[in-house]
């Protein structure tokens, strides 16, 4: 009986050592970032937009609309992070939790 | 296999460039971050269990919004008109709230590391070990296949030599991959799922107006291929001939129960998304949250697939030498000026590796744990097997390359492999299904319903509708029959060999069937999940019922 549940400790064990919790930034970084920064260039392809590429999108500024929907999507996802930062991991890992969270991945 | 017509050729210019290439470099930076994350093969495989319900949720969609799938539904679309949208209100989303609400519970709880790994402790090896090696060997097929789809669409849009592509994705693939393990994969399909929302929505906003609107598009459609061309159900009669070559009960049992229940509850590449969810309530809410966008990709991806056909009436045609597969590429080089063409490129190119991408990781995480740990190297290090992950992800993109160079030239074979594949899930959920809501199922009643199953319907689909032994209209019609041919000879033979062999100790069976927990399981719930917002069955039943609305509009 204990053999057949050996797996489960093993993976409560590895659970317990898993540094993703705690190590793994937040996607909505990356998100936000990516999107900021695709909505300023295309945005800006929006505004210098030639009568050319007008007539090919049915006279909608599509870039602008997107650019801008693009980069609003960013900063909601900028904001969220603010307002709302990553749950602390699980109560109790094996060492203590640094005091602040989050952006030790460092990079973005 | 689809090849892209001469002509499609994508007038892209500097700027489209900097967005394609700033995306590649931010796929990368995701994979070498996210590598400090990686210390147990737990979080290489299944991302420490950690991750909050909303990513695990959209990279369960976006796992399955590959571009084989975007452009292939965008095609069924131009070639079957709104037939299309019983792949995602009858075949998806009953299915991704079953797997939620009924099954979650077992695979969650019990604390498996993959689809097989659950065979192995309801049933026993044999049914693990077949499990296990055929979908090894079907993820790295896909896979290859995957990519060999991608270099022909990269080569018609943008001009690159087929094999550039393959490397290049294959190689940032394998990079990002071996770096962050599952974590980079799934941070990576919430990326993409937004890129390809940034990509298809302006095309289809454009593409409505050239056409009219809705009214302006149905209108057309209506005049020119009949009323039940935009209409869900018109013509799906028993005996009336409809050009999906099915009727309402195939497409009922056969697709919306057989073959979506079989894809979405059993394909570890999916599975896998909420297996990696931070606690038994996130992964719940793994499919069900998926389930919302779901049910409205139809609106991005099978409308542009009509609105091509109204565009370019000879779509499909030999004559015009442009293929259904062409619609997207066709809106995008028609209607799309640059900076917006440049986010959808991306969009396409980030679909492609983001499905290339879930094989890989559902691949290395199942041959590591349920083929080389399970019966080559047992017992060794937590390290040891984490390395292993590491090589067999690069080896499984390597060989995802080579199919995909094969491919090239056996482009049929392919089909009939992914066939073939296609049909080992839905015995799969059979055997799941009963394993657990009927303790008296055996072990040699997994085994040999798996492979009864799976037999049968490839005697179905292979000999009995290919030798036009019995008659069915068209190859997605004999594919829900074969499903249900499958579905019912694996439920007899599971059944019948359970009566005849020794049933499995129960006590052995513990978190596996249904009214039974495993010990020491008892989770307590997370904080905030008490809301009512986050329960899992209000949610389930929403879908359900928001999917049927979806029906409305398309039955009346």
Known sequence: MSDEYEYQHQVEELEGKSASAARLFDVRRIIGGLFVIYGIMVTLAGITVSDADLKKAENININLWTGVCMLVLGLLFLLWLRLRPSAPPHPAPEPPTPPEEGPNAGGS | MHCLAEGLRLPTNALDYSILILYFVVVLGV????????????????????????????????????ALEILGMAANGAQYGVYTVHWYWVGAIPAMVFLGLVMMPFYYGSKVRSVPEFLLHRYGPASHL????????????????????????????????????IVVAG???????????????????????????????????????????????????????????TSAWGGTGIGSVN???????????????????????TNFAEVQRALSARNLSAAQRTPLIAAYPKMFIPLIVVVPGLIALVIEPGLGSTKSGLQYNDAIPLLMRDLLPNGVLGVAVTGLLAAFMAGMAANVSSFNTVFTNDIWAAYVRKGRSDEHYLLTGRVVTAVGVVCGMGTAVIASSFSNIMNYLQTLFSFFNVPLFCVF?????????????????LLSGTVAAMINYFWLYKAQVISIPSDQGANFVSAIVAFVAGGVVMVTV???????PVESLAGLVYGTTSPGMAEPPAVGDEAWYRRPALLGWGAIVLAALCYVPFSL
């Open chain 2, 171 to 229: 190689l940032f693939v394998l990079v990002y991959i071996t770096l962050g393990g599952l974590s980079s994969a799934i941070y990576n399909e919430v990326l993409q799922f937004f890129v390809i929302l940034a990509a298809l929505i302006p095309l289809t906003v454009v593409g409505l107006k050239r056409v009219g609107g809705f009214g302006g598009l149905a209108d057309t459609l209506n005049d020119r291929y009949g009323e039940n061309f």
């Open chain 2, 31 to 66: 994979g070498f971050a996210a590598r400090a994350s990686i210390k147990t093969s737990l979080d290489f495989f299944l991302s420490g269990r950690s991750l909050p319900a909303w990513v695990t949720g959209l990279a369960f969609v976006a796992a399955n919004l590959g």
């Open chain 2, 130 to 165: 077949l499990s296990s090696i055929i979908f090894s060997v079907a993820s790295v097929l896909i896979a290859g296949v995957n990519l060999y789809a991608l270099a022909i669409v990269v080569e018609a849009l943008l001009g690159w030599p087929q094999w550039v592509a």
């Open chain 2, 243 to 265: 050009p999906l070559g099915a009727n309402w009960l195939t497409i009922v049992l056969g697709l919306g129960f057989c073959l979506s229940f079989g894809y979405w509850t």
């Open chain 2, 433 to 449: 299904i009963i394993g657990m809501f009927w303790r008296r199922a055996t072990a040699a009643a997994g085994f040999w319903g």
């Open chain 2, 498 to 504: 359970s009566l005849c062999t020794k049933p499995k």
